[in-house]
């Protein structure tokens, strides 16, 4: 079992509402729409609201689960339920979806750079230069410095918000109508594909030995929760409006060619702000995952999370390289979704009740 | 027996015979042989006539515990061996040996040199006090003594430096000041193993968390009234002699862009001051690099009006936007290192005429464009709005990479070179307190100390960043209270 953080390396609880909130932000919002429209229709934003309630449902799960025994982290937690092998090979499992999850979002953030501002630049040094970002920042700075940068780019970007009202002047509302005629089948496809949006919330699991008062993880995490399930439904909901229904099913990144249209006196392409911008909303991404994943690691092998700090950049960098085109690119960032809609919107159900039985069990032994 | 003291006179002469000035003054007094020694150039040659010499010929019954007891001086010392007696006399103290005694004397009639108090320079002011400390130590101590009357201030001494001695004091405000900050200071004081220390800021560099960083971590200030303020805060002072500028600590980010006139002027007008020394300094690290972004790789972001002056003026002009600006920016901070070497006088005229000068013949020459030399003129006073001359000169420093960066990746270079910057503030620390502090880790009753100003009876907590152990100034209560309209 790893050691619980002593008091100077944990956090305070309000952190928790940002953590969760800017680990699920990425690149997901930028492109939604289009993906769940195609599925749901005019009905998409009811999906994200239902995929949203579904998460609140999660979160709820996730911290029972983590109240349940002594054991605060998903790691320790699998060891306890399964065993030693079984669960460090669930663990295993785990610390590659962080991993893909990790270079998922490198791809998708260095694929949308380049093809909206850099064509030339190969795609593998853009990966790289994300890559030696997260390890110079986890290399001597840790959790802390996890939780601050989600603080401070979460108020560094979500002005942008303000910015989503501006298309609004050419909404037409009728294209939200009619309500509802989206099939019950159309609509769990829908929050199918909206899942990879929404994850991140799954690092809960780890960062929850990480707080101070564990009372008021739970609180904070809904809350961070709610906040992206309102931005990325009114996000749906202004797209829906502003595209016609057959410009959105062509339209790969819907939020950035909404903001084609923003303009200020002084910023023509306001799109050419944001792509750049993006970085800061990716980059707790980033640094949360390869955190977790040098946490799992360190559960694992029994290593330094430092010296795995590298072997994990080395080894996305290694992953993101394989990868030429825009296509595959995208079946990748489609498979992770669909391993983190089952890891992160399915399985803590099941953990929940493995847990719950394991410590009956273990109770009545005694 | 007698002759082992005699010689004792002569180790002494021995120790110090290198100086010239050194002079061994004997004086045959009720038959006893009795020996003055001293260094003639650091003494007060009056002082020695009447209250050392006149006063041991005045005696009927000479000794060495008669004349401790009765020389009419302040600092008087009873010395055991030559070498603490030639140490004495190094710091312009006088010894005293007589025949026949063993231990040896000495008194204090140094006469130090320094020059009168003056006006601030390297931090000047508007309002409030105008007084900056001087290189004396003593005369230091004096000047906080006589801003803080408060009986829990401590001024604790300590020695740094093996070849030649420096007296530093450590000063804080025993009941206010975080007792580990006060620990941890002392201890890295006390650990120092180094042979001098010619400056404070060199003992500030001596002191830092992370000598791999170009951001200070010590705020070095020559202000009284500023030193006083922080004290009274929670921090801490070190003082250093022969030094005209005091070591505040713990130190946070936003400390280097306060000065001590945010407190005096009124808070609207501070708060607005304040915000314009931030956007400054925000545009004097940002200005180059976006133009340099933009011009390079993304000129639709710039409106069509505004691109047909930017291209005219920028026509004539053969390189890309990277070296024109590197070549502008480095023409400025040449100016300024100019004027700072040269004598007050000429320094700003070089400075001044070198500016227009040189920046028209530049755009006449099709070097730059005009608008470059907007944006660099813009952001060299950017830079100088910060308080804090250290701060002032990181700030020039840091937009050099990031203009690079901009040059190699255009706005998402820009955003690679802020994330680094976050997070290696992120990672900063100063006496081992978050440097980013109270911005994260968040503490909104301090936003009103670092970044805003409000009306006086708001300040009734002192800042939580400094961890006072006793917070309360005055009460909020009293100060909140309502009054009804008539009352």
Request: proline share 4%; with cysteine; glycine share 6%.
């Amino acid at each position: 079992m790893m050691k619980t953080p002593n008091e100077r390396l944990s956090v305070n609880a309000y952190l928790v509402f940002f953590l969760v909130h800017t680990a699920q932000m990425g690149l997901g919002i930028v492109g939604v729409q289009r993906v769940i429209f195609v599925e749901a229709r005019q009905d998409a934003w009811i999906a994200v609201l239902i995929s949203g309630l579904w998460i609140h449902l999660i979160v709820f799960v996730i911290c029972q689960t983590l109240k349940l025994s002594e054991h605060d982290n998903i790691f320790s937690l699998h060891t306890f339920v399964y065993g030693r092998v079984l669960g460090w090979i669930v663990n295993a499992a785990i610390v590659a979806y962080f991993l893909m999850a990790y270079t998922s979002i490198l791809l998708g953030y260095v694929e949308m750079a380049l093809t909206w501002m850099y064509p030339d630049f190969p795609l593998w040094g853009g990966a790289l230069i994300l890559v030696l970002l997260t390890v110079y920042a986890l290399y001597g700075g840790g959790f802390r410095l996890v939780a601050g940068i989600s603080f401070l780019t979460f108020f560094m970007t979500i002005w942008i918000v303000v910015v989503v009202f501006q298309p609004l002047k050419y909404a037409e509302w009728i294209h939200l109508l009619p309500i509802l005629e989206a099939t019950p089948k159309q609509m769990m496809n829908g929050v199918l594909k909206t899942s990879y949006t929404m994850l991140g919330f799954e690092v809960l699991y780890i960062i929850y030995p990480f707080v101070k008062e564990k009372e008021r993880v739970h609180r904070y995490a809904q809350l961070g929760v709610l906040l992206t399930t309102f931005l990325v439904a009114a996000v749906t909901v202004v797209a829906i409006a502003f595209f016609s229904p057959k410009q959105l099913d062509v339209t790969i990144w819907a939020s950035l060619s909404m903001f084609t249209i923003v303009k200020f006196s002084f910023i023509e392409r306001f799109e050419y702000i944001v792509i750049p911008l993006w970085l800061l909303v990716i980059l707790p991404n980033l640094l949360l995952f390869m955190w977790a994943m040098t946490r799992g690691g360190k559960a694992l092998f029994r290593v330094k999370q430092k010296y795995l700090l590298f072997v994990f950049g080395c080894l996305s960098f290694f992953v993101a390289t394989l990868f030429k085109q825009r296509a595959t690119i995208n079946e990748f960032i489609d498979q992770v979704g669909w391993y983190g809609f089952w890891l992160s919107f399915v399985y803590p159900f099941f953990l929940y009740v493995f847990v719950r039985m394991k410590t009956w069990a273990k109770g009545s032994a005694k | 027996m007698w002759f082992s003291k005699k010689n004792r006179v002569d180790e002494v002469v021995k120790q110090l015979a290198h100086s010239p000035d050194f002079m061994c003054r004997r004086i045959e007094c009720k038959g006893k042989a009795v020996s003055v020694l001293f260094l003639s150039n650091l003494i007060n040659h009056a002082h020695l006539q009447q209250n050392v010499l006149a006063f041991i010929h005045e005696q009927e019954h000479i000794s060495i515990e008669q004349l401790a007891s009765c020389l009419p001086l302040g600092a008087v010392r009873i010395c055991e061996t030559e070498q603490e007696m030639a140490s004495y006399i190094r710091d312009g103290w006088a010894g005293i040996y007589i025949e026949k005694e063993k231990r040896g004397l000495v008194v204090n009639i140094a006469e130090k040199v320094e020059r009168s108090l003056e006006k601030a320079e390297t931090e000047s002011l508007v309002l409030g006090p105008k007084m900056s400390f001087t290189e004396s130590i003593d005369t230091n101590i004096r000047i906080l003594r006589q801003n803080i009357t408060d009986q829990k201030l401590v001024t604790e001494k300590m020695t740094i430096g093996v070849r030649n001695p420096l007296d530093v004091r450590v000063v804080y405000i025993e009941d206010i000041a975080d007792q580990t900050n006060v620990q941890t200071v002392k201890q890295r004081l006390a650990e120092l193993r180094i042979d001098e220390v010619i400056d404070s800021s060199v003992l500030a560099q001596l002191l830092d968390d992370h000598a791999y960083t170009i951001f200070p971590q010590y705020l070095l200030t020559e202000l009284p009234d500023r030193l006083a303020y922080s004290l009274l805060k929670g921090r801490i002072g070190i003082f250093v002699d022969r030094s005209p500028t005091v070591i505040i600590c713990p130190t946070t980010f936003f400390s280097f862009f306060e000065t001590t006139e945010d407190i005096y002027l009124r808070w609207t007008m501070s708060t607005v001051l304040r915000a314009v020394r931030m956007l400054g300094i925000f545009a004097s690290i940002f200005l180059s690099p976006l133009y340099v972004a933009v011009i390079t790789y993304h000129y639709e972001v710039i409106p069509s009006a505004l691109l047909l002056t930017i291209g005219e003026s920028r026509s004539r002009v053969p390189f890309p936007p990277v070296i024109e600006a590197l070549f502008l920016e480095f023409m400025i901070e040449l100016l300024r290192e100019a004027g700072a070497r040269l004598p007050t006088k000429v320094g700003q005229t070089m400075g001044i005429v070198g500016g227009i000068v040189l920046g028209q013949a530049a755009v006449d020459a099709g070097f730059t464009s005009n608008v470059l030399i907007i944006i660099v003129a813009l952001s060299a006073l950017g830079s100088f709005t910060a308080p804090s001359y250290e701060m002032g000169a990181t700030i020039r420093i840091l937009r050099f990479p990031i203009i690079l960066l901009a040059a190699l990746w255009g706005l998402v270079g820009i955003f690679i070179g802020v994330s680094l910057l976050l997070i290696h503030l992120l990672k900063l620390t100063s006496l081992g307190r978050p440097y980013l502090s109270p911005v994260y880790p968040f503490r909104l009753a301090d936003i009103k100390y670092a970044l805003i100003r409000l009306p006086q009876k708001f300040y009734s907590e002192r800042p939580k960043t400094n961890r006072p152990q006793n917070s309360r100034r005055f009460s909020w209560r009293e100060a909140m209270k309502r009054k009804d309209l008539d009352e």
